[in-house]
């Protein structure tokens, strides 16, 4: 922790903001070309630098064990120079990406004789505050540089050094190669009000995107004056038809659930139809107990399943992100479509159907960001969408839903030309 | 004011939050002429009430009396048939105006197989939060329902009686027609426990759109926990450059001064390259006096403009809404484009030049929702754009930029078809 007091954060994160919009409006006019520069001087500057982040990365690792840190997060934190490697590889991945800044998105003319064009730009100044990763130091700010935005890092305590050594690697490689000074900002304490600060300057950041825990979302919503693209929960269900494959919806929920369980696109809760019950359970128990899956079953589903645990109410409103699933027989496709409306997150649902126009109305009448049709929603990501990058998976209606890439990172600009127009007379 | 305990405003508003997200699913899946034909029918029931209309009008406007409300004010606040007609207008006027819902945004193969679209869904339940002017409660439910919306309205106090009529006229002839049940409700008191109430409910309502003062603004942007579009200020600028047609720009600035100088696309402070100043401000001089208009110049306009008020900081960042025009002389475009940056509101800025590559310098550079070359920028406004309505012009970055209208009142959905893929093997 620092041993600053809340007015001198507030200066200098303000001042941060400042920096970073003089910054937005030099990166706005940057070319590709120029933009890619950067990026590949950014990822040698990471390889060249690769003992000092695994230096600075050792420190945070030894104040994480003193700390008493899980293995799991411990694990998480951890940079070796094959991670580093890889850190340095996405920069160079984003430099091949196509830039979305500039595209026209519309263009028309009036009786009047204007010509309109609506054309993407860069949306200004991103915030990004997250938790332990340190890789998220270069993914997200060399994302919001390919699309033409600065950003303010605000990185969580456990990887203080970690994100100090990446975000100087980065400014140095970039700034030779062009890149605007203070394009890329790390706040360089860990103070819970930076936090705060940053929730509360409108004027110099234009959206926040918190990655992180339920505590810190929460945080962010209730104090930003700006607005926050988040994720909340992935309570991802998968709902097997009376006219489902049944080899299918065992493999699609299976996959979904125990391919990786501990992500927002893995399976939750399953959702089967009262009439292929039996038949989907016998297939599905010896696939599930593969896994040690273990069953928190509704009444009816508990028939077919005697080794499950009843579901009680909160079963149904739980991400478990574990080898645990709730499962409920339904009588009929609204039953499904009405339970999904109710408890899910709006992430990504599945049917499993071979009857297209059951499969239509399940996807017409749900409103989740994804909706998948015999596919399992583990493809819910970025990458599974070709968007080949992901800055995180959107559980917001407002401005971005679902995987969120480059495009997802602007805003747009009308442009109106005219021969002296006017409006009197 | 009611007699209701902060509790029971939270109980009934969430009671009413509640309804709205199960009437957003029914509006989400009627076709457009469903929705066609309940807008004519409520726009039938608006004629149809009118008597009824006029006379809760007039309740509003006696309290108004007593209350000492201006006569701007009372004006706004005014019902007589022929506005109430002009309301029942719009309405059919909505009707007649595309439905973005359904519209496919993209669609792509991967090589695995796997079909993706994406594709313009309703946003959900949209709160509108307003002051006086009674005919928002038709104008922005008939928007919203359009395009697929559920709306909770809140009013102001000093309209209460009007805003109660115009919403029961509504619903009454909507629900026979087809209206889902609570698709769109009127918060029945004006209590400003209710502003916060709908701030914190972000289970149910996606989106708040203030509409007001900018008292109101600062509280709805403090409180929201959900996603809030917003108009700031209209700080709009004209820059009449080197190579201007200066017959074009008196007349582009007279009309973005003088035309209508109440509303946030007018003109409050205007640009001038030194090397016309002075044969601008000679033809500029007798065309502004016939409206009276107050100069705020800088040093150097003060030599052009022998019976102006010097400017202080504080005018560049006034938006007059009046007779009053700030004004600077400049070196060069680039002073211009940092002024603006610096002082604009981003909503609307204009160049005056018969030069092309600099009109294209000026709208690339400058950080604003529309840019304006030879022509007023009285034409920011959603009917100018021909998007047939607007429900307000944003100042923010996300989601929505500039006017907007039916398709910034939708959200996206992605549709993915497979054939039983899965991640794992």
Not at 344 to 352: G, P, Q, T
Not at 393 to 417: C, F, N, V, W
């Amino acid at each position: 922790m620092s041993v600053l007091s809340e007015s001198e954060i507030k200066e200098q994160v303000f001042m941060m903001g400042k920096q970073a919009r003089a910054a937005a409006l030099k990166l706005a006019s940057l070319t590709t070309s120029q933009k890619n520069e950067i990026l590949k001087a950014m990822a040698l500057s990471l390889r060249a630098a690769t003992s000092e982040i695994v230096a600075a990365n050792k420190k945070d690792l030894s104040a994480g064990e003193v700390k008493g840190l899980s293995a799991a997060m411990l694990d998480r934190l951890r940079l070796d120079s094959e991670r580093v490697e890889q850190i340095a590889a996405g920069v160079e991945q984003v430099s091949l990406l196509e830039d979305p800044v500039g595209e026209i998105l519309s263009e028309w003319d009036r009786p009047n004789g204007l010509r309109f064009e609506q054309l993407r730009v860069p949306i200004g100044v991103i915030g990004i505050i997250y938790e332990s990763r340190p890789n998220v130091t270069s993914d997200a700010a060399v994302l919001c540089l390919k699309s033409g935005n600065a950003t303010i890092l605000r990185g969580g305590s456990e990887a203080i050094h970690s994100n100090r050594a990446i975000a100087s690697a980065l400014q140095s490689g970039g700034e030779p190669a062009g890149l605007p000074a203070h394009s890329i900002q790390l706040i360089p304490f860990t103070d819970r009000a930076s936090v705060k600060v940053m929730a509360e300057m409108d004027q110099y950041l234009d959206l926040i995107i918190p990655r992180g825990g339920k505590g810190l979302i929460e945080t962010v919503v209730s104090l930003a004056r700006m607005p926050v693209i988040k994720h909340y929960d992935g309570i991802c269900h998968t709902y097997v038809d009376s006219e489902a494959d049944l080899e299918m919806a065992v493999a699609i929920a299976n996959d979904a659930k125990t391919q990786k369980p501990s992500v927002c696109n893995a399976l939750e809760t399953l959702l089967v139809h009262e009439s292929v019950a039996a038949a989907f359970f016998e297939k599905a128990i010896p696939v599930f107990a593969q896994k040690e899956v273990e069953w928190r079953a509704d009444k009816r589903a508990q028939q077919y399943l005697p080794h499950s645990v009843p579901a009680v109410e909160e079963d149904w409103h739980t991400e478990y992100l574990d080898y645990v699933l709730s499962v409920k027989v339904v009588d009929h496709l609204q039953e499904a479509i009405d339970h999904i409306n109710h408890y899910s997150s709006k992430h990504s649902e599945c049917i499993v159907s071979q009857n297209k126009v059951t499969a239509e109305t399940f996807m017409s009448s749900i409103d989740s960001a994804c909706l998948f049709h015999n596919v399992s929603t583990r493809f819910s990501d970025g990458e599974e969408f070709g968007f080949g990058a992901e800055i995180g998976i959107s559980t917001d209606k407002l401005h971005a839903r679902g995987p969120m890439a480059l495009r997802e990172l602007t805003s747009y600009q009308y442009r109106i030309r005219g021969e002296g127009q006017i409006k009197g007379k």
